[in-house]
């Protein structure tokens, strides 16, 4: 059973369909890229997949639980964790305290456990710090765990949101364009950690990007949107070669599809 | 693992020796009156204060969300337990501690019944129906004829003594930093970071907030009970918005986010209008200055979102040992 499917998924704003007709799986420890040109409704299937919008039409499946109808906390309950488009950390907390964040919904001590500072907060608090730290090692940030997570560097920032989303345990990470505005190096760099997440958590990534030399480098296949529907999906040298979607994306005079929607 | 846990229990051992020597030196000083009736009745009202700051500041520093109707909740606090105190025929010195739970609960559920909707919004929006709230308590109080009307309330037992106003603050402060030093907290800190990141990281903004607010609630209500009898009376102007945006400025003036800057700010903003005194006319001006100027040097309060902890103390001494020249 594929980890996540999608089926005919849609969703309408009052007049304007945003997607439509939308259905891709993603199996196993797979790297998928979500491609389009602006507008094309990539973030808003990252918004369906993760309840913050609920769709008008269609269903989708994680492990073949259909998650329809929960509330966005609870998406990382299902093993669907995401970063957003221009970061968002909690910027005057610490490093390990974002972290941490994101293993509270699997955290089980109360809050009058909390209060009287029973054993139990101690246990798993002293867990949370070790879970953590293990987390930075692996991502060789482990020096900067006591910084406050605004006063990273740009390239840091992004990392530190995948962790925190990482420490949601989950099975499918959703990042969102998340080589958008950095530098050559940067880029790379996010490149190996992208494929760490891959090897090492033994999870899957769909990400949304406009920074071809990436999806085109670490990505095993890509899903193309165009006006809210699936353009094109396949190995990225098929869709590279794709007259439709070099259309979506230089525009072609021809093409009908490139314009109505 | 070891070493931590005996410096947690040392650090426990060093606050309850701090709280008790601090109880004990100023139960002294007003027993065998070094301070006067006067002195030490602005000492209670300095622990009420702390109280209603660091309730505040629940809502206001770690949740983010701006109240405006903070007083309303300590009204109804007040009210109850002192409608509670009056009517029972129970000893007042039974009556005192089960009126204060009383208070906290009932403006823990008003709290609940006003966040409802009120949680919804953010920012402005919330700001305002706190307000609206607000005025509401301090009409409603001037209506009904249980609580007194226009006239308020009067002959209420004075048993807020130093202790009881001390105690409370201790039980309050430390119930305030253990939860928010916890999963718990960091939820309702990550609220205030960034909502939609929160809520995408798995935690339930919604549930937050309400625990935060009901929390807010229920200190005030705290603050209330004490208040109303340390004045012995009460009448329902005393809990305008006025009240409330004189919490807030504790609240603001001490750092938002900060336990230690609310208390500092409390003893600080109790003294200073006191102290004033001599200015006479001018008392209130150069109060308003002093804020004005805190306000431009340091928006982010005295403490910003920083704590007074053991860990600076010890930085402090470290770097005072490396400095000290070799002689």
Same mark, same amino acid.
Request: hydrophobic fraction near 50%.
């Given at each position: 059973?594929?980890?996540? $499917?999608?089926?005919?998924?849609?969703?309408?704003?009052?007049?304007?369909?945003?997607?439509?007709?939308?259905?891709?799986?993603?199996? &196993?420890?797979?790297?998928?890229?979500?491609?389009?040109?602006?507008?094309?409704?990539?973030?808003?299937?990252?918004?369906?997949?993760?309840?913050?919008?609920?769709?008008?039409?269609?269903?989708?499946?994680?492990?073949?639980?259909?998650?329809?109808?929960?509330?966005?906390?609870?998406?990382?309950?299902?093993?669907?964790?995401?970063?957003?488009?221009?970061?968002?950390?909690?910027?005057?907390?610490?490093?390990? $305290?974002?972290?941490?964040?994101?293993?509270?919904?699997?955290?089980?001590?109360?809050?009058?456990?909390?209060?009287?500072?029973?054993?139990?907060?101690?246990?798993?608090?002293? &867990?949370?710090?070790?879970?953590?730290?293990?987390?930075?090692?692996?991502?060789?940030?482990?020096?900067?765990?006591?910084?406050?997570?605004?006063?990273?560097?740009?390239?840091?920032?992004?990392?530190?949101?995948?962790?925190?989303?990482?420490?949601?345990?989950?099975?499918?990470?959703?990042?969102?364009?998340?080589?958008?505005?950095?530098?050559?190096?940067?880029?790379?760099?996010?490149?190996?950690?992208?494929?760490?997440?891959?090897?090492?958590?033994?999870?899957?990534?769909?990400?949304?990007?406009?920074?071809? &030399?990436?999806?085109?480098?670490?990505? $095993?296949?890509?899903?193309?949107?165009?006006?809210?529907?699936?353009?094109?999906?396949?190995?990225?040298?098929?869709?590279?070669?794709?007259?439709?979607?070099?259309?979506?994306?230089?525009?072609? $005079?021809?093409?009908?599809?490139?314009?109505?929607? | 693992?070891?070493?931590?846990?005996?410096?947690? *229990?040392?650090?426990?051992?060093?606050?309850?020796?701090?709280?008790?020597?601090?109880?004990?030196?100023?139960?002294?000083?007003?027993?065998?009156?070094?301070?006067?009736?006067?002195?030490?009745?602005?000492?209670?009202?300095?622990?009420?204060?702390?109280?209603?700051?660091?309730?505040?500041?629940? /809502?206001?520093?770690?949740?983010?969300?701006?109240?405006?109707?903070?007083?309303?909740?300590?009204?109804?606090?007040?009210?109850?337990?002192?409608?509670?105190?009056?009517?029972?025929?129970?000893?007042?010195?039974?009556?005192?501690?089960?009126?204060?739970?009383?208070?906290?609960?009932?403006?823990?559920?008003?709290?609940?019944?006003?966040?409802?909707?009120?949680?919804?919004?953010?920012?402005?929006?919330?700001?305002?129906?706190?307000?609206? *709230?607000?005025?509401?308590?301090?009409?409603?109080?001037?209506?009904?004829?249980?609580?007194?009307?226009?006239?308020?309330?009067?002959?209420?037992?004075?048993?807020?003594?130093?202790?009881?106003?001390?105690?409370?603050?201790?039980?309050?402060?430390?119930?305030?930093?253990?939860?928010?030093?916890?999963?718990?907290?960091?939820?309702?800190?990550?609220?205030?970071?960034?909502?939609?990141?929160?809520?995408?990281?798995?935690?339930?903004?919604?549930?937050?907030?309400?625990?935060?607010?009901?929390?807010?609630?229920?200190?005030?209500?705290?603050?209330?009970?004490?208040?109303?009898?340390?004045?012995?009376?009460?009448?329902?102007?005393?809990?305008?918005?006025?009240?409330?945006?004189?919490?807030?400025?504790?609240?603001?003036?001490?750092?938002?986010?900060?336990?230690?800057?609310?208390?500092?700010? /409390?003893?600080?903003?109790?003294?200073?209008?006191?102290?004033?005194?001599? *200015?006479?006319?001018?008392?209130?001006?150069?109060? /308003?200055?002093?804020?004005?100027?805190?306000?431009?040097?340091?928006?982010?309060?005295?403490?910003?979102?920083?704590?007074?902890?053991?860990?600076?103390?010890?930085?402090?001494?470290?770097?005072?040992?490396?400095?000290?020249?070799?002689?």
């Amino acid at each position: 059973m594929a980890l996540l $499917e999608v089926e005919n998924l849609g969703i309408r704003f009052g007049g304007l369909q945003a997607v439509k007709d939308v259905s891709f799986t993603i199996g &196993n420890n797979e790297i998928v890229g979500l491609i389009g040109p602006n507008g094309a409704g990539k973030t808003t299937v990252f918004n369906l997949l993760t309840n913050v919008y609920h769709p008008t039409e269609g269903d989708i499946r994680v492990g073949g639980v259909s998650t329809l109808g929960k509330k966005q906390h609870e998406t990382v309950d299902f093993g669907l964790a995401r970063t957003f488009q221009n970061i968002r950390l909690f910027k005057s907390m610490s490093v390990m $305290e974002n972290i941490k964040t994101g293993f509270h919904h699997r955290g089980r001590y109360s809050i009058p456990a909390a209060i009287f500072r029973l054993p139990a907060y101690w246990q798993e608090e002293a &867990n949370y710090t070790e879970q953590a730290m293990d987390l930075l090692k692996t991502f060789g940030m482990s020096h900067v765990a006591e910084v406050e997570a605004g006063n990273l560097p740009y390239g840091q920032q992004r990392k530190l949101e995948i962790c925190r989303a990482l420490a949601t345990h989950p099975k499918l990470l959703l990042l969102d364009e998340p080589a958008a505005g950095m530098n050559a190096t940067e880029t790379q760099e996010l490149m190996d950690t992208i494929r760490l997440v891959q090897e090492h958590f033994k999870i899957s990534v769909l990400l949304i990007e406009h920074d071809m &030399n990436l999806v085109m480098g670490i990505c $095993e296949r890509i899903i193309v949107l165009n006006y809210g529907k699936i353009l094109a999906k396949g190995l990225p040298n098929e869709v590279r070669n794709n007259p439709e979607v070099i259309g979506a994306y230089l525009g072609s $005079e021809g093409d009908p599809n490139a314009v109505v929607s | 693992m070891k070493k931590s846990s005996s410096r947690v *229990f040392k650090t426990y051992v060093l606050n309850i020796v701090i709280i008790a020597a601090i109880f004990i030196a100023l139960q002294l000083m007003i027993t065998n009156g070094v301070f006067n009736s006067y002195t030490s009745g602005l000492v209670v009202q300095i622990f009420i204060n702390m109280i209603l700051t660091l309730s505040l500041n629940v /809502a206001t520093g770690f949740l983010g969300e701006l109240c405006l109707g903070h007083a309303g909740f300590m009204a109804i606090g007040a009210y109850t337990t002192a409608l509670l105190t009056i009517n029972s025929g129970l000893p007042v010195m039974i009556m005192f501690p089960l009126g204060l739970i009383a208070g906290m609960i009932i403006s823990g559920i008003i709290g609940f019944l006003v966040g409802v909707p009120a949680l919804r919004l953010k920012g402005d929006y919330l700001a305002i129906i706190t307000l609206a *709230f607000g005025e509401m308590i301090s009409i409603l109080l001037r209506t009904f004829k249980f609580t007194g009307g226009a006239l308020g309330l009067n002959g209420i037992p004075r048993v807020t003594s130093f202790a009881y106003s001390y105690w409370c603050f201790i039980i309050s402060l430390v119930l305030i930093i253990t939860f928010m030093f916890s999963r718990h907290g960091r939820a309702i800190l990550s609220i205030r970071e960034d909502e939609i990141a929160s809520e995408a990281t798995g935690v339930n903004t919604f549930k937050y907030k309400m625990i935060a607010f009901v929390m807010s609630a229920m200190f005030a209500g705290l603050a209330g009970g004490l208040f109303a009898h340390f004045q012995g009376n009460l009448a329902p102007e005393k809990f305008n918005y006025n009240y409330s945006i004189d919490i807030m400025v504790m609240v603001v003036f001490g750092g938002m986010g900060s336990v230690s800057g609310s208390i500092v700010s /409390a003893i600080i903003l109790t003294l200073l209008p006191e102290l004033l005194r001599g *200015f006479s006319e001018f008392r209130m001006l150069v109060y /308003a200055i002093m804020l004005i100027v805190l306000m431009i040097f340091r928006p982010e309060g005295m403490f910003g979102r920083k704590e007074v902890t053991y860990r600076v103390f010890r930085r402090f001494l470290k770097r005072n040992k490396q400095n000290k020249p070799v002689s």
